[in-house]
């Protein structure tokens, strides 16, 4: 069984009265341990998609299975739970709550999930120390790079040993450096058994990952494989083709 399935999603919005569709009828498959990058332009769908799979909204129409559960008709404190214990999720802004330290910012969501809290404490240390950052506990955010900070966003959405783990542009606050170093993490814990799935209109990003979906308006156009992890030059060339 596929660890994430999404059939036929539809998303449509309204604005001051007007309605606007995001999602055209998307289907989606990934097996578990893949490393899947979903890229198109800004305002194609990517994020709205995300949104939906991780089960912070719900779809106008179609459905959202993951895990054999079918989140998109769960209650809202039903889905809050599925996204703590089985769903790993990266913002783009890092979303680290600036009063608290590294270690609590990363502690939270495995008390949340009321995991004991020696467990919790030993499974941060193991994170931040894989992801490098394991003197930086008693930090907070204010005094972390940029890089820093998504490395400890990071380790919060793995906290719980997510099933699957979504990243939304996540190198995209970030330094050319720093961002290669995130992905590098991503393709460390890939390699390791994580399923990820990430968002971005970046071809390197893109190039990382195992498979590469294209979106446009709303809908999957094609799909391919990077036959080099960090070479864009062949998703810059199928980007122009399905963009044309």
Same mark, same amino acid.
């Given at each position: 069984m596929p660890t994430l399935q999404a059939h036929n999603l539809h998303k449509t919005y309204r604005s001051d009265g007007v309605a606007v569709t995001a999602l055209r009828g998307v289907d989606l498959s990934l097996e578990r341990g893949e490393f899947v990058?979903?890229?198109?332009p800004s305002?194609?769908?990517?994020?709205?998609?995300?949104?939906l799979? !991780?089960? /912070?909204?719900?779809?106008?129409? &179609?459905? +959202?299975?993951l895990e054999g559960q079918p989140i998109?008709?769960?209650s809202e404190?039903?889905? !809050?739970? /599925?996204?703590?214990?089985?769903? &790993?999720? +990266?913002?783009?802004a890092y979303n680290l709550i600036p009063n608290l330290t590294v270690a609590d910012n990363v502690d939270l969501p495995g008390l949340l999930a009321r995991?004991?809290?020696?467990?919790?404490?030993?499974r941060r240390q193991e994170l931040l120390t894989l992801l490098g950052i394991a003197d930086k506990a008693n930090a907070f955010p204010s005094q972390?790079?940029?890089g820093q900070q998504q490395r400890v966003a990071i380790a919060r959405a793995l906290i719980n040993t997510p099933t699957l783990l979504l990243a939304d542009e996540p190198t995209g606050n970030l330094d050319s450096r720093s961002g290669n170093e995130v992905l590098a993490l991503f393709r460390d814990?890939?390699?390791?058994?994580?399923t990820i799935l990430l968002v971005t209109h970046d071809p390197k990003v893109a190039s990382f990952a195992r498979r590469v979906i294209f979106m446009r308006d709303g809908v999957f156009v094609s799909q391919m494989q990077p036959r080099q992890q960090g070479d864009p030059s062949q998703i810059i060339s199928q980007l122009v083709e399905v963009t044309l």
């Open positions: 990058a979903i890229m198109g305002g194609c769908g990517k994020s709205t998609l995300l949104h799979l !991780a089960g /912070l909204d719900t779809p106008t129409q &179609g459905e +959202v299975i998109h008709a769960l404190s039903r889905r !809050a739970v /599925l996204r703590r214990t089985a769903v &790993g999720f +990266v913002f783009q995991s004991p809290a020696a467990e919790v404490s030993q972390l790079s940029g814990l890939n390699a390791q058994g994580q």
